[in-house]
C-alpha cells in the first residue's frame, strides 16, 4: 500500500500513526539484510485497502501542501539549503565529488578517442 524505499522518516511515521489512528491493521516489510527487498506498510484486510488508500491520498496531498509552504517561508526567510551552502558547510567533499563526476566523464571519453585511432 505505501513504499518505503526512499522516504523520510518522518513521512513514514506519519503514515503509521494516520493508519493507527483510524484503526487499519497494517504489517511492516523491511529492505531485507542486502536492501533488494520492498520496505512498505500493507494493509492485513483486503476490506480496509480501500479506506487506507483514501486517507494515505489525503494525507499525501496535505503533506505536498505542507512541504511546499515550508520551502516558501525558509526561501522567504533565507533559511533554504542551497548548494553553496552545502559546498561551504563541506568544501572537501563538494570537491572530491567534482573530481569523481570529471573522472567519469573523462574515461568514456578517452576510451572513444583510443578506439578512434585504430
Given at each position: 500500500?505505501?513504499?518505503?524505499?526512499?522516504?523520510?522518516?518522518d513521512e513514514a511515521e506519519e503514515v503509521r500513526e494516520l493508519l493507527?489512528?483510524?484503526?487499519?491493521?497494517?504489517?511492516?516489510?523491511?529492505?531485507?539484510?542486502?536492501g533488494v527487498?520492498?520496505?512498505?506498510?500493507?494493509?492485513?484486510d483486503d476490506n480496509q485497502f480501500r479506506k487506507a488508500k483514501e486517507l494515505l491520498d489525503v494525507y499525501q496531498e496535505a503533506r505536498s501542501i505542507r512541504i511546499r509552504e515550508e520551502y516558501v517561508r525558509l526561501k522567504r526567510e533565507g533559511k533554504n539549503k542551497t548548494v553553496l551552502d552545502s559546498m561551504k558547510k563541506n568544501p572537501v567533499l563538494f570537491v572530491a565529488y567534482i573530481l569523481i563526476v570529471l573522472t567519469l566523464l573523462y574515461l568514456p571519453f578517452k576510451l572513444i578517442m583510443e578506439l578512434a585511432r585504430l
Amino acid at each position: 500500500m505505501f513504499k518505503l524505499r526512499n522516504v523520510p522518516d518522518d513521512e513514514a511515521e506519519e503514515v503509521r500513526e494516520l493508519l493507527i489512528n483510524h484503526h487499519i491493521d497494517y504489517y511492516e516489510t523491511s529492505a531485507g539484510n542486502w536492501g533488494v527487498s520492498m520496505p512498505a506498510l500493507w494493509v492485513k484486510d483486503d476490506n480496509q485497502f480501500r479506506k487506507a488508500k483514501e486517507l494515505l491520498d489525503v494525507y499525501q496531498e496535505a503533506r505536498s501542501i505542507r512541504i511546499r509552504e515550508e520551502y516558501v517561508r525558509l526561501k522567504r526567510e533565507g533559511k533554504n539549503k542551497t548548494v553553496l551552502d552545502s559546498m561551504k558547510k563541506n568544501p572537501v567533499l563538494f570537491v572530491a565529488y567534482i573530481l569523481i563526476v570529471l573522472t567519469l566523464l573523462y574515461l568514456p571519453f578517452k576510451l572513444i578517442m583510443e578506439l578512434a585511432r585504430l
